[in-house]
Structures are given as C-alpha cells and as structure tokens.
C-alpha cells in the first residue's frame, strides 16, 4: 500500500513525510527499476567493490545486486524505520550492512568506500527549489555537504553514480566542483519515454577522460519601462522588425 501523495513537491525533502510513508509502503522504486541499469552498472562495478547504497529507501536495489553477486553492500537512511523494515525483507537483504545515517554527515571513514550509488536521493534536496537555474542558499549547502562527504569516504579511484530528473545543464556544474577532487566521467540517458540521466563521477580522472556537457545560460528576461504599456511594447515590437534583411 503506498501512502498518499503530497500535496506540494517540497513536501518530499521532509524527514516526516518518508518515516510516514515508509510505515504504509512495503517497497517503490523510483525513476527506473534494476533490469534498466544493470548493465551501465556492470560496466562500472566490480563485484568484489565495497558499495554505499545513498538515501536505500524501501527500493530493491541492494537485494537485486546482492543477488547478482555484488557482495559488499551498505545501505543507509536517514529514516531509522525504513532500515529496519529493509533489514529484515529478505534472506538476501539480512546479508546486506544496513545503517541510518544522514547523508550530511556520514559516521563512516575515510577513503574505505569503492562507489556511492544513489537514486534521486539529491533530487529530494532540490524539490523546494522554483528555478533551478539559481539555487538558494540552503540547497547548496545541503549538497555541498553531502557531495563533500562521498568525495571523503571514496577511495581514490572511487566512483560517485547518480541517476537524476535533472539534465546534465543543471546537474553537471553541481557535480564539477574541483573542490570533490572528480570528474564527470559519463552520462547516459535511460528511458524512452521519460528521460533520466545517469551520471559516473570518477576520483582521479584527467581532463581529458572526462565527460563534457553543455552549461546553457538562464534565459534573459526583459524588462519593461514602467511608463510604457505591454500592449504598447509589443505594438513597438513588431515595428522594430527590419524586414529589408
């Protein structure tokens, strides 16, 4: 049984909602299921990796690459029932680490991690926001803290693999601070009918083996003078056309 939804999107980025949720949903899988990434994740996951499942949820992920073979498994929540409902799902998943933490502020040390994975676990951040184009204050910081955090327990040649709503325009100058020592390795788009980008961060990647995007401008937005009418701007508009060119 799933909860009922929210009435405003910001409502996703509050602990209080997912503890609700996760007390009447048994499990849900956001964006794509495993069979859509099970190969990109092959491509960039050994099984003998050490993998941090960022924000599990009540998603299947974990049990599904546990039952592929991928051994080493953790996953955390911030929502303390989730984990222990997840815990408990299956034979598989008892053999999965489980633990809740805050994505902010990880108990787990350093350079020990082979890759962070995560599923619209960021997204959530980003729900409050009404232009993504200028970020307030607080979103940043949230991000910051946490991309700070996969950067810290990542070993050096460790991976970061984000699958987003948001398009590498957005989501790729998040990811490039040289400050996270990584670069965008590759970014894929699985879906047919409703994108969804996958993005591969690697620690120690050269410039030249990175991946490039395009970073588009924030439309301009034109002012009107206050004394001038929008009728009367756009009467002045259409008479601006040069139609000798």
């Known amino acids: 049984m799933m909860s009922t939804l929210p009435e405003a999107n910001q409502t996703y980025g509050t602990k209080d909602y997912w503890i609700s949720r996760f ?33 599990c949820g009540n998603s299947l992920l974990g049990e599904k690459l546990y039952n592929d073979g991928y051994r080493m498994i953790i996953s955390m929540d911030y929502c303390e029932n989730v984990v ?7 034979d598989s998943c008892k053999s999965i680490n489980w633990l809740t933490m805050d994505a902010t502020n990880m108990t787990i040390k ?39 955090e996969i950067s810290r327990l990542l070993k050096p040649d460790g991976k970061f693999i984000s699958l987003s709503f948001n398009q590498p325009h957005f989501r790729g100058k998040l990811y490039s601070n040289d400050k996270y020592d990584w ?18 961060i690697q620690k120690g990647l050269s410039q030249t083996e ?5 970073v ?6 034109t002012t009107i003078k206050s004394e001038e009418t929008i009728e009367e701007r756009e009467e002045n508009d259409i008479f601006a056309i040069n139609l000798d060119n």
């Open 23 to 55: 007390n009447q949903e048994n499990v849900y899988e956001w964006l794509v299921d495993y069979q859509q990434l099970k190969a990109h994740l092959a491509e960039n996951i050994n099984q003998d990796d050490t993998i941090l499942i960022l924000g």
């Open 84 to 90: 222990g409902n997840m815990s408990l799902h299956c």
């Open 110 to 148: 350093d350079n020990c991690i082979d890759v962070v994975l995560e599923k619209a676990t960021i997204d959530t951040f980003l729900v409050g926001e009404k232009n993504l184009w200028s970020l307030s204050p607080s979103s940043i910081e949230k991000v910051d803290k946490t991309l700070s």
């Open 183 to 200: 670069r965008i390795k590759s970014i894929d788009t699985i879906g047919v009918n409703f994108h969804h980008y996958l993005y591969v």
């Open 210 to 214: 990175s991946a490039d995007y395009y």
């Open 216 to 221: 588009y401008q924030p439309p301009a937005i």
